[in-house]
């Protein structure tokens, strides 16, 4: 089993940064795909950002992809989202998963473990 804590949530002007991250516990943590989820008050939650078992093969949501990077380290149980040029429709609670699917999925239920979410508002 996998618990994941997010952490760096807060406010930050349109056009500022923002990290993200979320610590991992277990010692199987390489053995997951990681994914950022978000969620906006009234919508769904809806993909960001997943990243493989190696770190070495990335994938992102069209709405922000060129501004967002996720990366992790197995060795610190960490995965974060660099948030850049951020947007007020970036505002959202962010939630990190975990999924035991060999290629990351974008899908929300084929995640197993999820965070409890950090809020994110970016301000015009």
């Known amino acids: 089993q996998v618990q994941l804590v997010e952490s760096g949530g807060g406010l930050v002007q349109a056009g500022g940064s923002l990290r993200l991250s979320c610590a991992a516990s277990g010692r199987t943590f390489s053995s997951y795909g990681l994914g950022w989820f978000r969620q906006a008050p009234g919508k769904e939650r809806e993909f960001v950002a997943n990243?493989?078992?190696?770190?070495?093969?990335?994938y992102y949501a069209d709405s922000v992809k060129g501004r967002f990077t996720i990366s992790r380290d197995n060795a610190k149980n960490t995965v974060s989202l660099q948030m850049n040029s951020a947007q007020p429709e970036d505002t959202a609670v962010y939630y990190c998963a975990a999924t035991r699917a060999v290629v990351p999925t974008t899908i929300r239920s084929r995640y197993d473990y999820w965070g409890q979410g950090t809020q994110v508002t970016v301000s015009s």
């Open positions: 990243i493989n078992r190696s770190g070495g093969s990335t």
